[in-house]
């Protein structure tokens, strides 16, 4: 037995540190399966796994406990942005500009009943205790990684703010659901009117294109070429299919078009009512993509390193008799296909023509799953030197005592959302797999939880037994379930908004999985998932900075 007490007991040892680590978010990842009235924790039990190993004595190496603190909040923020990034400022369109402002009402009042509760308890509980609270009641990891890495650079030395947030934490989750229930009842919500009114509000406000029939009865553009009409027009769109003279073809720019003929066109829905005025009437009674032609229609997947970044006009279409692209699907988004439009790495392309020019421009984009298998490790990590200088760059503020900060949260989320959006433009490869994504965050979160908790789980346990564990755990409640009460009935009686888009903004607005898991379970819609999707990055942009801000904003009046 003597080779395993220096494994068990020699916190310098490398062995030692491995073994602590991978047994506490083992355990954690597991007992957090664990569901209690249809609600689990997740990823976050980690945290509490360690509190209770460090609670028992079982400690690691303070030097690289740190680092893997650091180096899992940056991984963690890292690819969230990168997975939002393609998205990230269409979010603010059309009805995502509603839910982002709904976002930042959020993200405000739950700041100011934060500071509210403070000034009222000053002398009971301090700054730096009261953003714990804070940061779990909204149950943002990374926002309290970026508030202990300001109170780090400010020298603070009282108790770690990492208590007050598991105190607050677990009755974040449920507060957050509970004001879901709250506004269900207070509205008197019928689950399945809200399902109906949604698919009816999707259909009629959709920004995806569309595709309809038109029969050529206007003389006027008899014998036009497609490239004259798209000009006469002034509308975008793509004519896939035509029919004249009893055969299917699909045209080109320079395909001429005659009274007579039936055409297959691809638009924007506010485009439509134009384009069928212009070419005559719609045709309702058929479908050129069903009827027998010579015609195929095809995904393309995007997978070779020269095509990413290229316009679509680039790829000069014409030169394979026949086909366009209708569609571009992205991260979950369906893009209608401009001539600028840049082409990114895991690009699904919808193509319509003959089967050989299809076959012949699939060989010119890639369509090779496998290559997507393989990660970009360049681009990663020129990101994450970029975030880590950013982060670090001082940002002067008159009246705060120290520069602010982005640090290690904030800084790599920026460059991750901008190198996801922008990357492609300047030839950066920055696709990841949805499998690969995700498993280097919860590498990261796990790897920062459990850092955060073996590092304080003797004082967690005090603050119950001698400290302020209760009223943490009954100030997070408030700080929880006010803002999002007053936030979710503003977005019902002012924005009429869907119930099912509320759930979906107060989990995307307080960065919680658990309750984007609860919505799931009350509608089979995506309602819930897009509102969160559309709210996440700007709410986990502004919980990362807000805490630092009002640090620092306070901290040389009350400290």
């Given at each position: 037995m003597d080779w395993l007490m220096p494994l068990l007991t020699d916190t310098?040892?490398?062995?030692?540190?491995?073994?602590?680590?991978?047994?506490?978010?083992?355990?954690?990842?597991?007992?957090?399966?664990?569901?209690?009235?249809?609600?689990?924790?997740?990823?976050?039990?980690?945290?509490?796994?360690?509190?209770?190993?460090?609670?028992?004595?079982?400690?690691?190496?303070?030097?690289?406990?740190?680092?893997?603190?650091?180096?899992?909040?940056?991984?963690?923020?890292?690819?969230?942005?990168?997975?939002?990034?393609?998205?990230f400022f269409s979010s603010f369109k059309s009805g995502g500009l509603q839910l982002n402002l709904l976002t930042l009402l959020a993200v405000g009042l739950s700041i100011l009943v934060t500071i509210a509760l403070f000034l009222v308890l000053q002398g009971t509980v301090t700054l730096p205790q009261i953003l714990g609270v804070h940061y779990g009641a909204v149950t943002n990891t990374p926002g309290l990684g970026a508030t202990q890495e300001a109170l780090d650079m400010l020298g603070y030395k009282g108790e770690n703010i990492a208590i007050a947030y598991a105190c607050a934490y677990p009755l974040g989750v449920v507060g957050i659901i509970t004001s879901a229930v709250i506004l269900r009842k207070m509205f008197r919500i019928n689950l399945k009117e809200e399902d109906r009114h949604w698919g009816e509000e999707a259909s009629a406000n959709s920004d995806a294109p569309i595709f309809f029939h038109v029969a050529v009865t206007n003389a006027g553009i008899n014998g036009q070429t497609m490239r004259n009409i798209r000009d006469f027009i002034g509308r975008a769109f793509i004519c896939s299919r035509v029919l004249h003279d009893g055969v299917i073809t699909s045209p080109?720019?320079?395909?001429?078009?005659?009274?007579?003929?039936?055409?297959?066109?691809?638009?924007?829905?506010?485009?439509?009512?134009?384009?069928?005025?212009?070419?005559?009437?719609?045709?309702?009674?058929?479908?050129?993509?069903?009827?027998?032609?010579?015609?195929?229609?095809?995904?393309?997947?995007?997978?070779?390193?020269?095509?990413?970044?290229?316009?679509?006009?680039?790829?000069?279409?014409?030169?394979?008799?026949?086909?366009?692209?209708?569609?571009?699907?992205?991260?979950?988004?369906?893009?209608?296909?401009?001539?600028?439009?840049?082409?990114?790495?895991?690009?699904?392309?919808?193509?319509?023509?003959?089967?050989?020019?299809?076959?012949?421009?699939?060989?010119?984009?890639?369509?090779?799953?496998?290559?997507?298998?393989?990660?970009?490790?360049i681009s990663i990590f020129l990101g994450i030197v970029l975030g880590i200088l950013l982060g670090f760059l001082p940002i002067a503020i008159p009246g705060m005592p120290v520069p602010l900060r982005l640090g290690l949260a904030g800084g790599p989320l920026i460059v991750a959302i901008l190198l996801g959006y922008w990357g492609p433009h300047f030839k950066l490869i920055t696709y990841t797999t949805h499998s690969a994504n995700l498993m280097l965050r919860e590498m990261g979160i796990a790897l920062f939880l459990a850092s955060v908790g073996l590092s304080a789980g003797d004082r967690f346990v005090n603050a119950f037994i001698d400290g302020n564990g209760l009223l943490y755990v009954a100030l997070g409640?408030?700080?929880?379930?006010?803002?999002?009460?007053?936030?979710?009935?503003?977005?019902?009686?002012?924005?009429?908004?869907?119930?099912?888009?509320?759930?979906?903004?107060?989990?995307?607005?307080?960065?919680?999985?658990?309750?984007?898991?609860?919505?799931?379970?009350?509608?089979?819609?995506?309602?819930?998932?897009?509102?969160?999707?559309?709210?996440?990055?700007?709410?986990?942009?502004?919980?990362?900075?807000?805490?630092?801000?009002?640090?620092?904003?306070?901290?040389?009046?009350?400290?």
């Amino acid at each position: 037995m003597d080779w395993l007490m220096p494994l068990l007991t020699d916190t310098d040892s490398i062995g030692h540190i491995l073994l602590v680590y991978s047994v506490v978010i083992a355990v954690g990842m597991a007992l957090g399966r664990i569901k209690v009235f249809g609600i689990s924790l997740g990823v976050t039990f980690v945290l509490f796994v360690a509190l209770a190993v460090s609670y028992a004595g079982i400690t690691v190496n303070g030097t690289v406990l740190n680092f893997l603190r650091d180096f899992g909040l940056i991984l963690f923020v890292f690819f969230i942005g990168l997975q939002v990034g393609p998205s990230f400022f269409s979010s603010f369109k059309s009805g995502g500009l509603q839910l982002n402002l709904l976002t930042l009402l959020a993200v405000g009042l739950s700041i100011l009943v934060t500071i509210a509760l403070f000034l009222v308890l000053q002398g009971t509980v301090t700054l730096p205790q009261i953003l714990g609270v804070h940061y779990g009641a909204v149950t943002n990891t990374p926002g309290l990684g970026a508030t202990q890495e300001a109170l780090d650079m400010l020298g603070y030395k009282g108790e770690n703010i990492a208590i007050a947030y598991a105190c607050a934490y677990p009755l974040g989750v449920v507060g957050i659901i509970t004001s879901a229930v709250i506004l269900r009842k207070m509205f008197r919500i019928n689950l399945k009117e809200e399902d109906r009114h949604w698919g009816e509000e999707a259909s009629a406000n959709s920004d995806a294109p569309i595709f309809f029939h038109v029969a050529v009865t206007n003389a006027g553009i008899n014998g036009q070429t497609m490239r004259n009409i798209r000009d006469f027009i002034g509308r975008a769109f793509i004519c896939s299919r035509v029919l004249h003279d009893g055969v299917i073809t699909s045209p080109s720019p320079d395909t001429q078009v005659f009274v007579g003929d039936k055409l297959r066109i691809v638009s924007g829905a506010e485009s439509k009512a134009a384009i069928v005025a212009f070419f005559g009437q719609e045709e309702t009674d058929i479908d050129l993509a069903t009827a027998h032609s010579p015609l195929i229609a095809r995904n393309i997947l995007i997978t070779k390193d020269q095509v990413n970044g290229m316009r679509l006009g680039e790829l000069h279409l014409s030169r394979y008799d026949g086909v366009n692209i209708t569609r571009v699907f992205r991260a979950g988004m369906t893009l209608f296909p401009y001539q600028n439009l840049h082409l990114q790495m895991g690009d699904q392309v919808y193509c319509v023509g003959p089967q050989r020019s299809i076959e012949r421009l699939a060989d010119r984009l890639g369509n090779q799953v496998q290559k997507l298998d393989h990660p970009n490790i360049i681009s990663i990590f020129l990101g994450i030197v970029l975030g880590i200088l950013l982060g670090f760059l001082p940002i002067a503020i008159p009246g705060m005592p120290v520069p602010l900060r982005l640090g290690l949260a904030g800084g790599p989320l920026i460059v991750a959302i901008l190198l996801g959006y922008w990357g492609p433009h300047f030839k950066l490869i920055t696709y990841t797999t949805h499998s690969a994504n995700l498993m280097l965050r919860e590498m990261g979160i796990a790897l920062f939880l459990a850092s955060v908790g073996l590092s304080a789980g003797d004082r967690f346990v005090n603050a119950f037994i001698d400290g302020n564990g209760l009223l943490y755990v009954a100030l997070g409640l408030v700080i929880t379930v006010v803002p999002l009460i007053i936030t979710g009935v503003v977005a019902r009686i002012k924005f009429k908004m869907n119930y099912h888009l509320i759930v979906g903004l107060l989990a995307g607005a307080t960065t919680d999985p658990p309750t984007l898991a609860y919505a799931n379970t009350i509608s089979e819609k995506d309602s819930s998932a897009i509102a969160y999707s559309t709210v996440y990055p700007l709410a986990m942009f502004l919980r990362i900075l807000t805490g630092q801000v009002v640090l620092l904003a306070l901290w040389s009046f009350v400290m």
